[in-house]
């Protein structure tokens, strides 16, 4: 079973929580959009040597269940590294930690990745763009591919892909 998650986010905070059909019960169309959500609404455990946004902190967040996922479910380091730009400088690439939104791009790459390498997709197309004086917007596109038969792990979920409005346990459609 893998349920829908609905999403809002604004300037302060995003939230998310399990879709629900008017029957109540849990929404389980497009799986793969799902991915993309909780892949880049978790947070990835950080490396020793990365900065943190918070100098008092020695939490490098991530998720326990990361541990032996490889070798115990075929499984990946779940979620985004883009935590760690909370409360970065957008800058550019002379900066001591490097292009604010070329990191942007490359966390939100390097949390979809496993899509491709365990054939889930194709291709992903990853583009950051600076849009404000304190923001970043990054564009995210999955590909499946135009081949038949691509042999694509869960392939049958792209054809379960519709765009509807739901409404969310919030009040709000989506």
Do not use: H
Not at 25 to 38: A, G, S, T
Not at 51 to 66: E, K, M, V
Not at 146 to 161: E, S, Y
């Amino acid at each position: 079973m893998d349920p829908r998650i609905v999403s809002q986010a604004n300037l302060r905070d995003t939230v998310a929580d399990w879709s629900l059909l008017p029957t109540g019960n849990l929404d389980q169309r497009e799986e793969i959009c799902n991915y993309v959500k909780v892949a880049l609404m978790s947070d990835r455990l950080s490396d020793p040597g990365e900065i943190l946004p918070d100098p008092d902190s020695t939490d490098r967040r991530g998720w326990w269940g990361d541990l032996d996922a490889g070798v115990i479910w075929r499984g990946w380091p779940i979620g985004c590294k883009n935590w760690l730009l909370t409360r970065a400088k957008i800058s550019d690439p002379n900066s001591f930690e490097g292009d604010t939104v070329v990191r942007a791009e490359t966390y939100t790459r390097d949390a979809l990745q496993p899509l491709i390498d365990m054939r889930l997709c194709t291709g992903i197309d990853v583009q950051a763009e600076r849009t404000g004086i304190d923001r970043i917007d990054v564009v995210v596109v999955v590909y499946r591919g135009p081949k038949a038969d691509v042999q694509l792990l869960f392939q049958d979920l792209w054809n379960q892909l519709t765009v509807i409005e739901v409404q969310s346990p919030y009040g709000s459609t989506v």
